[in-house]
């Protein structure tokens, strides 16, 4: 059994692939001089249009496996397909485009080693085209406790929306009773997913060192064109609380306030990150509905956070789309110029 499974899904990232499987299966992801990290990795070539089949083809490495689909389904059933094909203790989704970081697979083996956790999330870094990266929003979230359950670190889930920041213990993986392709439509089937995970998992690790390369703005991709599909992530949340509406009724352990209000706190949070990839002429429509959960969702005895995103949370509470419309542009550039200084 190796120890790590690396799935990929592959999909019209004919430009990137090469570079992907190379800082997976390249000496880069390994520790200098260390032993080689217990691998193997699973392709999912999900009918891709391009020269991304002959890519893989032309990969000679007795560690890669190629499955190939007859009709894309998108990413959330291509992981599922890999997930399920896959042999090692644990499993890591990395999106073809994106690459890991040098010495990021020998990192992840010591961390899997030492913690043993059911979920072990690593920082990351984006990618843009000219070259140029920054830090993710969410490291100051990796600097708490090593490992523990949400409880003892409810800021993690801020870090939900990816799933490729985190290594899934396989049985833990395979034990939620939800998949990617039945979470919901892309862009965000990895939403209920990440969340339940985070809310359930008993041991939850953490590595505060970059291990992704998260590639943006590319072209093609979902969060590099306005589209209708971000109101799916209205019905992904729905998942996430639907999960506190059936525990209401159980005995303890009763869910945390501070867990709680950490899910709602991120739910908000990602549908204002959303609302200038929605088409323009639906945003006010698309705010309605993130001010109508915020009201729904909305924590007893709820405190404002300081700063801009307090000021944006009570826009949102009020269901002002006009005021918000104004800040948000400025908001938005004056955190853009900030992540890449």
Same mark, same amino acid.
């Given at each position: ?167 899934? +213990? *396989?049985? @833990? ?6 998949? $990617?392709?039945?979470?919901? #439509? =892309?862009?965000?089937?990895?939403? !209920? ?89 639906? +945003? *006010?429509? @698309? ?6 959960? $915020?009201?729904?969702?909305? #924590? =007893?005895?709820?405190?404002?956070? !300081? ?35």
């Amino acid at each position: 059994m190796p120890l790590i499974s690396v799935v990929i899904p592959v999909h019209g990232v004919e430009a990137y692939l090469d570079r992907c499987l190379d800082s997976v299966l390249g000496p880069a992801g390994q520790a200098a001089g260390g032993t080689p990290v217990s691998l193997e990795v699973i392709a999912v070539d999900d009918a891709s249009p391009d020269r991304c089949g002959a890519i893989l083809a032309a990969r000679d490495d007795p560690r890669l496996r190629v499955l190939t689909t007859s009709a894309a389904g998108g990413p959330g059933p291509a992981r599922d397909l890999g997930a399920k094909e896959a042999t090692g203790e644990y499993v890591w989704f990395v999106d073809g485009d994106d690459e890991l970081a040098e010495g990021a697979l020998a990192a992840v083996a010591e961390a899997l080693a030492r913690l043993r956790p059911d979920v072990l999330i690593t920082d990351f870094e984006n990618l843009y085209p000219d070259g140029t990266t920054s830090p993710s929003d969410g490291a100051r979230y990796l600097r708490g406790p090593e490992v523990g359950p949400l409880a003892a670190n409810p800021g993690l889930i801020h870090l939900t929306m990816t799933a490729w920041s985190k290594v899934f +213990r *396989r049985d @833990f993986l395979a034990g939620l009773g939800l998949s $990617f392709g039945s979470a919901g #439509p =892309a862009p965000h089937e990895d939403v !209920p997913v990440t969340a339940l995970a985070l809310l359930t998992a008993g041991r939850i690790g953490v590595l505060d060192r970059v291990c992704y390369r998260y590639r943006r703005a590319r072209r093609g991709s979902y969060l590099a064109t306005a589209s209708a599909a971000n109101f799916n992530i209205f019905a992904s949340y729905q998942q996430v609380f639907n999960y506190f509406s059936e525990r209401a009724g159980l005995p303890a352990p009763a869910i945390p306030p501070a867990v709680y209000t950490a899910v709602f706190e991120r739910a908000i949070w990602h549908y204002t990150t959303l609302l200038p990839l929605v088409p323009r002429r639906r +945003r *006010r429509e @698309f705010f309605r509905r993130m001010s109508a959960d $915020f009201r729904r969702w909305r #924590p =007893a005895g709820y405190q404002f956070p !300081p700063g801009p995103r307090g000021a944006k949370f009570r826009l949102v509470a009020r269901g002002a789309y006009g005021a918000y419309a104004l800040i948000d542009p400025v908001n938005r550039l004056r955190v853009r110029l900030r992540g890449r200084k």
